[in-house]
Each structure stands twice: as C-alpha cells, then as structure tokens.
Nanobody, 116 residues
Framework: QVQLVESGGGLVQPGGPLRLSCVYS????????MGWYRQAPGKERELVAH???????NYVESVKGRFTISRDNAKKSVHLQMNSLKTEDTAIYYC??????????WGQGTQVTVSS
C-alpha cells in the first residue's frame, strides 16, 4: 500500500520562507514524476511544480524564481523550498507522484498560510 506523508506546512509572514517535504512508502515504479499541487479556498487545484526522476523541473509561472523543487530518489522524497511567500500562496499543498501505468498517488495535504 502506497502512502504519501507531507510535512512542513504552517503559518508564515509575507516574504518569509517555508519548506515542504513529502516521503512515500510502499512500492511505486522508480522512474516517476513527483510534484506539488495546491488548492486555495474557492479555487481549483493547480500544479505548483513537478520534477522528473532525473531532475527535470517545471513550475507554474506565479512561483518561478521563488520556489524550488528537489527530490531524493534514495529516500523516496520530494521537497519544495518556498521563499518570498505571498498571501496568494495560501493554500493546502498536496504531494503527488505519477508513475507508469499510469498511476497517481496523493498525500493528505498540508496547510500553508501566509499572513501578517
């Protein structure tokens, strides 16, 4: 059984940093894509960033230059370093893994609140 566990969410002031982490357990095809999505109140879930097994990254335009996604294949983990946070970054952030099959897995979500 696959399980994704996120950590690192919380309350931060505008302009501050926050780092999200996600670790998965269970068996997933190794050559997978890992990513982060977010959903703000009243809005649809959107892709924030994803990273391939070999490190190729993609970001939504609104976070480019502020967020950095990284992964550790040996530790089956993905991280999202968020800098210069804005109030509009407030959302529930979800970890996602997509593997061959196709198969997709989601974490339970972690709340990020940017407020003064």
């Amino acid at each position: 059984q696959v399980q994704l566990v996120e950590s690192g969410g919380g309350l931060v002031q505008p302009g501050g940093p926050l780092r999200l982490s996600c670790v998965y357990s269970g068996v997933i095809f190794s050559f997978n894509r890992m990513g982060w999505y977010r959903q703000a109140p009243g809005k649809e879930r959107e892709l924030v960033a994803h990273i391939s097994y070999y490190g190729a990254t993609n970001y939504v335009e609104s976070v480019k230059g502020r967020f950095t996604i990284s992964r550790d294949n040996a530790k089956k983990s993905v991280h999202l370093q968020m800098n210069s946070l804005k109030t509009e970054d407030t959302a529930i952030y979800y970890c996602n893994v997509v593997a061959a099959g196709p198969s997709a897995y989601w974490g339970q979500g972690t709340q990020v609140t940017v407020s003064s």
